[in-house]
């Protein structure tokens, strides 16, 4: 599956932004969807995923309560609304389709190419 990830922009600090991941080639039902970022000099690291069956979501400890991770599998399209955006959230995000609600980059075999979210304090 082809993942293109768009919705990035500038944003001052506080303020929103909804990423999108939409899918082409395949559906991406069977799978679980993660959103990664990478931000200036470090490594990727992840943010979110939801499973391809229960939709459990599961999110890492610095987004949670300001992110949230939904998916329309009629859309093959995974979103992610991003809420109270911090200087520090500024990354590419990266979108993934793997066949495990894992927060590993190892668990995924399909990623997007990257939007970029730049927060302005």
């Known amino acids: 599956v082809q993942l293109q990830a768009s919705g990035g922009g500038l944003v001052q600090a506080g303020g929103s932004l909804r990423l999108s991941c939409t899918g082409s080639?395949?559906?991406?039902?069977?799978?679980?969807m993660g959103w990664f970022l990478q931000a200036p000099g470090k490594e990727r690291e992840f943010v979110a995923v939801i499973s391809s069956s229960d939709l459990r979501t599961s999110y890492a400890d610095s987004v949670k309560g300001r992110f949230t991770i939904s998916r329309d599998n009629a859309k093959n399209t995974v979103y992610l609304q991003m809420n109270s955006l911090k200087p520090e959230d500024t990354a590419v995000y990266y979108c993934?389709?793997?066949?495990?609600?894992?927060?590993?980059?190892?668990?995924?075999?399909?990623w997007g190419q990257g939007t970029l979210v730049t927060v302005s304090s």
């Open positions: 080639g395949r559906t991406i039902r069977p799978y679980s």
């Open positions: 993934a389709a793997g066949y495990s609600p894992s927060a590993l980059l190892s668990a995924y075999d399909y």
